[in-house]
């Protein structure tokens, strides 16, 4: 039973335009929702959180919006540069304490094209 | 930040033998765990490397599989028992940050033949 599910196994964008990347999860219980990001031959780095108190957090090019009555969550990157090609991943937890207790989706590889 | 060298980073095995993979990092940190990433899927808990006891590990993982041995707050191994080829993944240790971030290695890439 998939908890954190990334519909899109892949992603294609031009370089410039707006790349949205989304997340669905099934857990009410979750409250704390993460992005990372991962390049090949070298781990996932933290990218952005966002908590069940807000709808929106933006960190420079990337926002994250959280639609907690839809269990939804969308990753927005402008405008979108080659160096973002990566694969994404959509994690949540219980709480901010998370611990071991992160939740990962399968990713999404995204591939800007310049 | 840390600094985290997985070894090896990558392998290639014979059905039926063990791997030993190690995980360094350059600060004392309380929390470390070992994940999988299996072709096509999500990063998965195998189990969280306790200092000085036996590892935790979460539904579906047993310490026959993984050994985990963690002699201290910067180092510990996972073994990959008795391989077959769908034990072929990547194998992420990671460690918790005192500001709270899940911060991982670089990975060791496992292929059983």
């Known amino acids: 039973d998939q908890q954190v599910k990334q519909n899109s196994p892949s992603l294609s964008v031009q370089e410039g335009r707006i790349s949205i990347l989304n997340c669905d999860y099934t857990?009410?219980?979750?409250?704390?929702f993460l992005w990372y990001k991962k390049y090949p031959a070298e781990g996932p780095t933290f990218l952005i959180s966002i908590s069940s108190i807000k709808d929106k957090n933006e960190d420079g090019r990337f926002t994250v919006f959280l639609n907690k009555s839809a269990k939804h969550l969308s990753l927005h990157i402008v405008p979108s540069q080659p160096g973002d090609s990566a694969v994404y991943f959509c994690?949540?937890?219980?709480?901010?304490?998370?611990?071991?207790?992160?939740?990962f989706g399968a990713g999404t590889i995204l591939r800007v094209k310049s | 930040s840390a600094v985290i060298s997985q070894k090896p980073s990558r392998d290639i095995c014979q059905r039926g033998t063990s791997l030993t993979i190690q995980c360094q990092v350059d600060?004392?940190?309380?929390?470390m765990f070992w994940y999988r990433q299996q072709p096509g899927q999500s990063l998965t808990l195998i189990a969280t490397?306790?200092?000085?006891?036996?590892?935790?590990?979460e539904s579906g993982f047993v310490i026959d599989k993984f050994p985990i041995s963690r002699p201290n707050l910067t180092f510990s191994t996972l073994t990959v028992s008795n391989m077959s080829p769908e034990d072929s993944s990547i194998y992420l240790c990671?460690?918790?940050?005192?500001?709270?971030?899940?911060?991982f290695g670089e990975g060791s890439r496992l292929t059983v033949l």
């Open positions: 994690a949540a937890s219980p709480s901010m304490e998370y611990g071991n207790k992160l939740v």
């Open positions: 600060s004392q940190v309380t929390m």
């Open positions: 990671s460690v918790l940050l005192n500001t709270g971030e899940l911060f």
């Open positions: 490397a306790n200092q000085g006891s036996e590892a935790t590990y």
């Open positions: 857990n009410s219980m979750f409250d704390y």
